[in-house]
């Protein structure tokens, strides 16, 4: 079976609204490498949309896997529960960066914790409304596509949506939107659309994903955490991306002094399984009665057999250290690419979370098709990368914080060749 004859079936069998980026097939891949059924070789930068922190089948979370898969697979947790969701629990517990005693629920999918840190975010205020930003993404279900702060292509088409959803500006140096711009556009939401006692939470990415890897400045978070306090509103930090060692520290939100009160988690959490979860002061996260939270998969043993290994992967192979070490190498790669390509309007980095902007060097303006021709030349000498921006004119780097150094180097040197044509 060969790419072409798999594309063919693929369009006549799955729907057009499933966008797929690459037009070949993968067969299998390890660590950072992947390989489709033609047998081609490639470098993944992308790790699933920053899913494999720690590689494609690490050898810890695969074995942990089968042995979970020895004993069972699936219980439902509300049904019948198992120790090990418990024992990720209090290790996320004892781990997450917020303020006093903490409990933990899993779900499935990051939309699913984006979800359900809205309804518990409402169930302790008895609050209906929610802040989210521009540029955010949190999600594809209908609530969490109300809250991503981009309508192509997520929510085109889509409507009507949930109410009670409002949209401030992030802050960003690099389009020249300041932390008190921010704040004050918040205030106005309050002023003109919703009534401060009415918000129940204000959600953010502390690093936009989609949005284009845009870093929130300490400043803002601390306002934030401030305008909080003042109206009785709860402070949500979206870690789905962010989360378990991409920045540089397990959570992005340890970057900061003042604290989320509760934390979603997903993607990276279960190495390549399914599993998601929410994070939060123990008397906010027991606000809703018993049954309001939960879902059929929610918490697979599997997956949470996954979620344990990973996290001891991360201490033991020490991968927020290397994510520091391999970002600013990668950070050094796209400040000397600047002299042969004008095009680099930006560079933004925490970690390995690294994204870099290209506009028209004779119109200033974002330029996607600049941004399209790196990435095509980049993946015609076998490296994957990821775009996103709300003008899709971003590059951003998700490589495996596992990778080997030889491979990170000639992954470097791709890039280089992609960005000087």
């Known amino acids: 079976m060969s790419n072409s004859e798999l594309n063919q079936r693929r369009l006549a069998a799955t729907p057009r609204g499933v966008g797929v980026m690459c037009d070949f097939y993968a067969d299998k891949a390890e660590n950072a490498t992947l390989w489709d059924i033609e047998g081609r070789e490639f470098t993944d930068f992308a790790a699933g949309i920053a899913v494999l922190n720690t590689g494609h089948r690490h050898p ?15 219980t439902a947790y509300q049904i019948v529960p198992y120790g090990s ?10 781990l997450a960066p917020i303020s006093g005693p903490a409990k933990t629920t899993f779900f499935t999918t990051g939309s699913e914790a984006v979800e359900n840190a809205v309804k518990i975010a409402r169930a302790y205020t008895r609050r209906p409304g929610v802040i989210a930003f521009s540029a955010a993404f949190h999600g594809r279900t209908l609530l969490t596509m109300t809250l991503t702060g981009k309508v192509a292509p997520y929510s085109t ?28 556009s918040i205030e106005r939401i309050m002023r003109t ?38 109206h009785g509103i709860l402070l949500i930090a979206d870690e789905v991306q962010t989360g378990f060692a991409r920045t540089g520290k397990l959570f992005a939100m340890e970057y900061y002094q003042d604290k989320a009160d509760l934390i979603t988690m997903a993607k990276s959490l279960g190495g390549g399984f399914p599993i998601s979860g929410v994070v939060g002061r123990a008397e906010v996260m027991d606000a809703p009665a018993p049954g309001g939270l939960g879902g059929t998969y929610a918490g697979n043993p599997l997956a949470v057999a996954a979620a344990l290994s990973v996290l001891s992967v991360i201490e033991e192979e020490q991968l927020c250290q290397r994510a520091q070490r391999l970002g600013a190498a990668l950070v050094e790669t796209l400040q000397k690419a600047k002299a042969s390509c004008p095009a680099i309007a930006d560079i933004r980095a925490q970690g390995s979370m690294v994204a870099v902007e290209f506009n028209d060097p004779q119109t200033g303006k974002p330029s996607a098709e600049i941004t399209r021709k790196i990435q095509h030349k980049a ?30 180097t000639q992954a470097l040197t791709i890039l280089g060749r992609a960005l000087a044509q």
């Open 157 to 184: 088409g889509f409507g009507p949506f949930p109410g009670s959803i409002f949209h401030a500006v992030y802050p960003s140096e690099h389009q020249g939107i300041t932390v008190e711009q921010s704040i004050e």
């Open 193 to 230: 659309d919703i009534a401060a006692d009415q918000v129940a939470a204000i959600l953010l990415e502390p690093v936009q994903g989609e949005g284009g890897f845009n870093v929130a400045p300490p400043e803002f978070i601390s306002a934030l955490r401030e305008l909080c306090d003042k």
């Open 60 to 74: 810890k979370v695969m074995a942990a896997v089968r042995e979970q898969l020895e004993r069972f697979t699936h």
């Open 85 to 94: 969701y418990v024992e990720l629990a209090e290790r996320i517990n004892a």
């Open 379 to 408: 993946l015609s000498e076998g490296l994957l990368l990821l775009t996103c921006g709300v003008n899709g004119n971003v590059i951003r780097f998700l490589y495996p914080l596992t990778i080997p150094e030889t491979q990170f």
